[in-house]
Protein backbone atom coordinates (compact mmCIF):
# COMPACT_ATOMS: atom_id res chain seq x y z
CA UNK A 1 0.00 0.00 0.00
CA UNK A 2 1.42 3.39 -0.54
CA UNK A 3 -0.19 6.33 1.00
CA UNK A 4 -3.60 7.88 -0.11
CA UNK A 5 -4.11 10.52 1.55
CA UNK A 6 -6.38 11.34 4.60
CA UNK A 7 -10.19 11.64 4.44
CA UNK A 8 -13.61 12.87 5.97
CA UNK A 9 -13.59 8.76 7.53
CA UNK A 10 -10.54 9.39 9.58
CA UNK A 11 -11.19 12.52 10.96
CA UNK A 12 -14.17 11.39 12.24
CA UNK A 13 -12.92 8.14 13.84
CA UNK A 14 -12.50 10.39 16.87
CA UNK A 15 -16.43 10.91 17.17
CA UNK A 16 -17.01 7.43 17.86
CA UNK A 17 -17.99 6.97 21.24
CA UNK A 18 -16.58 4.43 23.37
CA UNK A 19 -13.21 2.67 23.63
CA UNK A 20 -12.95 -0.17 21.92
CA UNK A 21 -15.32 1.29 19.36
CA UNK A 22 -13.09 4.19 18.02
CA UNK A 23 -9.94 2.06 18.54
CA UNK A 24 -11.07 -0.88 15.96
CA UNK A 25 -12.07 2.19 13.45
CA UNK A 26 -9.01 3.66 14.55
CA UNK A 27 -6.88 0.76 13.46
CA UNK A 28 -9.49 0.03 10.38
CA UNK A 29 -8.90 3.40 8.27
CA UNK A 30 -5.99 5.74 10.22
CA UNK A 31 -3.23 3.00 11.89
CA UNK A 32 -1.96 1.80 8.30
CA UNK A 33 -1.98 5.12 6.91
CA UNK A 34 0.65 6.04 9.60
CA UNK A 35 2.56 3.26 9.36
CA UNK A 36 2.96 4.06 5.65
CA UNK A 37 4.11 7.39 6.65
CA UNK A 38 6.39 5.82 9.11
CA UNK A 39 7.94 3.71 6.02
CA UNK A 40 8.01 6.52 3.71
CA UNK A 41 9.85 9.13 6.04
CA UNK A 42 12.12 7.25 8.19
CA UNK A 43 15.07 7.14 5.16
CA UNK A 44 14.58 10.87 4.59
CA UNK A 45 14.50 11.86 7.89
CA UNK A 46 17.97 9.61 8.80
CA UNK A 47 19.08 11.38 5.83
CA UNK A 48 18.54 14.81 7.20
CA UNK A 49 19.85 14.04 11.03
CA UNK A 50 22.92 12.11 9.62
CA UNK A 51 21.56 9.30 12.28
CA UNK A 52 19.67 5.96 12.15
CA UNK A 53 15.64 6.72 13.15
CA UNK A 54 12.97 4.63 13.45
CA UNK A 55 8.83 4.58 13.35
CA UNK A 56 6.86 4.18 16.24
CA UNK A 57 2.90 4.43 15.40
CA UNK A 58 0.88 4.87 18.27
CA UNK A 59 -0.20 1.90 20.25
CA UNK A 60 -2.68 3.70 23.18
CA UNK A 61 -2.15 0.96 24.48
CA UNK A 62 -2.70 1.59 28.43
CA UNK A 63 -6.02 3.01 27.66
CA UNK A 64 -8.49 1.23 29.60
CA UNK A 65 -11.46 3.87 29.39
CA UNK A 66 -10.95 7.80 27.35
CA UNK A 67 -10.75 6.92 24.07
CA UNK A 68 -8.04 8.71 21.93
CA UNK A 69 -8.64 11.76 21.25
CA UNK A 70 -5.76 12.29 18.42
CA UNK A 71 -3.08 9.68 17.45
CA UNK A 72 0.39 9.98 15.14
CA UNK A 73 3.28 7.79 14.09
CA UNK A 74 6.83 9.19 15.91
CA UNK A 75 10.47 9.03 14.49
CA UNK A 76 12.93 8.93 16.98
CA UNK A 77 16.74 7.89 16.68
CA UNK A 78 16.13 4.80 19.72
CA UNK A 79 13.87 1.65 18.35
CA UNK A 80 12.39 1.27 21.34
CA UNK A 81 10.73 3.74 22.26
CA UNK A 82 10.62 8.37 20.95
CA UNK A 83 9.29 10.06 24.37
CA UNK A 84 12.66 10.50 25.95
CA UNK A 85 14.65 11.69 23.44
CA UNK A 86 13.72 15.12 20.70
CA UNK A 87 11.56 13.60 17.74
CA UNK A 88 9.34 14.18 14.70
CA UNK A 89 5.43 13.26 14.68
CA UNK A 90 2.62 13.17 12.01
CA UNK A 91 -0.65 12.45 13.36
CA UNK A 92 -4.10 13.91 13.69
CA UNK A 93 -6.63 15.24 15.93
CA UNK A 94 -10.56 15.42 14.55
CA UNK A 95 -10.18 19.31 13.50
CA UNK A 96 -6.43 19.12 11.59
CA UNK A 97 -3.28 17.11 10.99
CA UNK A 98 -0.06 17.86 12.73
CA UNK A 99 3.21 17.73 11.81
CA UNK A 100 5.84 18.29 14.54
CA UNK A 101 9.24 18.85 15.94
CA UNK A 102 8.67 17.80 19.53
CA UNK A 103 10.40 17.75 22.93
CA UNK A 104 8.21 16.32 25.39
CA UNK A 105 8.18 16.03 29.02
CA UNK A 106 9.34 12.58 29.39
CA UNK A 107 12.90 13.39 28.34
CA UNK A 108 15.58 13.59 30.72
CA UNK A 109 17.87 16.09 28.69
CA UNK A 110 15.10 19.26 28.23
CA UNK A 111 17.11 21.10 31.20
CA UNK A 112 20.64 21.38 29.03
CA UNK A 113 17.71 21.68 25.20
CA UNK A 114 15.99 24.26 26.77
CA UNK A 115 19.23 25.92 27.60
CA UNK A 116 20.46 25.18 23.90
CA UNK A 117 17.22 26.77 22.15
CA UNK A 118 17.30 29.58 24.85
CA UNK A 119 21.15 31.39 23.24
CA UNK A 120 19.75 30.34 20.11
CA UNK A 121 16.42 32.14 20.36
CA UNK A 122 17.26 34.90 17.90
CA UNK A 123 18.31 32.60 14.95
CA UNK A 124 15.27 30.32 15.85
CA UNK A 125 12.95 33.26 15.83
CA UNK A 126 14.35 34.17 12.47
CA UNK A 127 14.37 30.77 10.89
CA UNK A 128 10.89 29.54 11.63
CA UNK A 129 8.53 30.21 9.06
CA UNK A 130 5.63 32.72 10.07
CA UNK A 131 2.81 30.16 9.36
CA UNK A 132 4.33 27.50 11.33
CA UNK A 133 2.79 27.16 15.02
CA UNK A 134 4.67 26.69 18.18
CA UNK A 135 3.06 24.33 21.88
CA UNK A 136 3.86 23.58 24.93
CA UNK A 137 1.56 20.84 25.68
CA UNK A 138 1.44 17.63 23.58
CA UNK A 139 -2.14 16.82 24.84
CA UNK A 140 -4.18 19.73 23.37
CA UNK A 141 -4.58 20.51 20.33
CA UNK A 142 -4.21 24.23 20.33
CA UNK A 143 -1.00 26.03 19.16
CA UNK A 144 -0.04 29.69 18.65
CA UNK A 145 1.52 30.94 15.15
CA UNK A 146 5.13 31.69 15.31
CA UNK A 147 3.17 35.43 13.63
CA UNK A 148 1.67 35.67 16.68
CA UNK A 149 4.54 35.20 19.16
CA UNK A 150 7.43 38.01 19.98
CA UNK A 151 10.97 37.00 20.60
CA UNK A 152 10.86 37.61 24.30
CA UNK A 153 7.34 34.87 24.29
CA UNK A 154 9.77 32.77 22.25
CA UNK A 155 12.31 32.55 24.69
CA UNK A 156 9.76 32.32 27.41
CA UNK A 157 8.55 28.61 26.34
CA UNK A 158 12.67 27.81 26.70
CA UNK A 159 13.15 29.03 29.96
CA UNK A 160 9.92 27.11 30.97
CA UNK A 161 11.18 23.93 29.44
CA UNK A 162 14.21 24.21 31.88
CA UNK A 163 12.35 25.33 34.86
CA UNK A 164 9.01 23.24 34.78
CA UNK A 165 8.62 19.71 35.26
CA UNK A 166 5.83 19.36 33.25
CA UNK A 167 7.02 21.36 30.17
CA UNK A 168 7.08 20.85 26.51
CA UNK A 169 8.26 22.29 23.21
CA UNK A 170 6.66 21.42 20.06
CA UNK A 171 6.87 23.44 16.49
CA UNK A 172 5.88 22.61 13.21
CA UNK A 173 2.71 23.18 10.64
CA UNK A 174 -0.93 22.21 11.56
CA UNK A 175 -3.16 21.29 8.27
CA UNK A 176 -7.18 22.20 9.16
CA UNK A 177 -9.11 19.08 8.44
CA UNK A 178 -11.15 20.50 5.28
CA UNK A 179 -7.43 21.57 3.48
CA UNK A 180 -5.70 17.81 4.63
CA UNK A 181 -8.89 16.29 2.83
CA UNK A 182 -8.46 18.33 -0.16
CA UNK A 183 -5.04 17.50 -0.43
CA UNK A 184 -3.68 15.05 -3.03
CA UNK A 185 -1.19 12.04 -1.26
CA UNK A 186 1.60 13.54 -3.25
CA UNK A 187 0.90 17.12 -2.63
CA UNK A 188 0.76 15.91 1.79
CA UNK A 189 4.13 14.05 1.27
CA UNK A 190 6.14 17.51 0.01
CA UNK A 191 4.33 19.43 2.51
CA UNK A 192 5.32 16.81 5.26
CA UNK A 193 9.35 16.63 3.80
CA UNK A 194 9.48 20.77 3.40
CA UNK A 195 8.15 20.84 7.04
CA UNK A 196 10.48 18.00 8.52
CA UNK A 197 13.80 19.61 6.82
CA UNK A 198 12.61 22.84 8.12
CA UNK A 199 12.59 21.64 11.74
CA UNK A 200 15.71 19.50 11.75
CA UNK A 201 18.17 22.46 12.89
CA UNK A 202 16.03 22.50 16.02
CA UNK A 203 16.22 18.33 16.55
CA UNK A 204 19.80 18.88 15.79
CA UNK A 205 20.27 21.25 18.50
CA UNK A 206 19.97 18.85 20.69
Known sequence: MSFTGFTDTDFNVFTIDG???RMDALKTHIRPKLEELGRYFTPMLAMQVGNEM???VAKHARRTKNPPKDTWVAFASNPRGYKMLPHFQI??????VFIWFALIYEAPNKVAFGEKLEVNTDKIYQQIPNHF????DHTKPDAIQQSDVTKDEL???FVRLQKVKKS???CGLTIAKEDAIKMEPEEFLKTAESVFKTLVPLYQMN
Do not use: D, K, N, Y
Request: no cysteine.
Open 133 to 136: VWSV
Open 155 to 157: QAM
Open 168 to 170: EIL
Open 54 to 56: FPH
Open 19 to 21: LEE
Open 91 to 96: GLWETH
